[in-house]
């Protein structure tokens, strides 16, 4: 016999690691901010509905809920002589307040910040001009026990003509499940309703980024709230002490789009999706 034929083993061609994807090195606060939020057009907000209120600029301003703290960089920033104090009771999404917004302040502007770790039903004493809730944020308090307290908080820790200023949303496309896209510089934002609960008005939504590479961050932020009426709000703030509140409704376009415009209303007609300021004063 002869002697057996080494096998021959071909060489096989070496695998180019993977190509990285944008959504592993993408930041989703800082998605967040630039898909969702817009401090100089609430700030400027703020100052015209309180000058308007009150014959006056607001000087201090206390930013509850406030995740990465924009608005209250944005807010010592846009006067030498503000203030802000920024509260949330998430440590990590407080922390990173100092890469993304914090570390562009000069010092005198960071002197001018408080940031506080906390629940916001818990530190009442501010004395704010403004008291803000942003983005849907007290929406969490999903009983009428829990907002009543966080709103009599609210007004406790406002000074003696301190007005308290929250977003709402509604509309008949916020009771369904629901799902829309917006195109931002460098990716897609997606709002996800999930679930609503039309007997409790829970309702459970994401935040999605889709990059520009295909690669996705899937549910970046999820919130499960409880979805309040404009009635309901301004009834529970005139029940923690507020003397007064409007409602501030977003014009839209011939095309049914937002404006950015808020105005003072009592009688609107429902959409399929709507954005207002509700307004209390003390």
Known sequence: MGRPKKERHKKGKKRKPPKPRLSDSADRYALYQQAVQSPPADIEFFTRVFADLRGRTPIRLREDFCGTALMSCEWVGSDPTRRAIGVDLDAPTLARSWDLNQSRLSDAE????SLVCADVRDLAETRADMTCAMNFSFCVFKQRPELLRYFEVAFHGLADEGVFVCE??????????FEEEREVDGFTFRWQQETYNPISNETLCHIHFD???????KRAFTYDWRLWTVPEVREILEEAGFASSRVFWEQ???DGDGTGE????????????????IVAAK
Do not use: C, F, P
């Open 110 to 113: 960071r002197r001018r910040l």
């Open 168 to 177: 709402l949303y509604g509309g008949t496309e916020a009771i369904i499940e």
């Open 211 to 217: 990059m520009a590479d295909g690669s996705k961050i």
């Open 252 to 254: 839209v376009d011939d």
């Open 262 to 277: 808020y105005t003072a209303t009592d009688v609107e007609e429902n959409q399929e999706g709507w954005l207002v300021y």
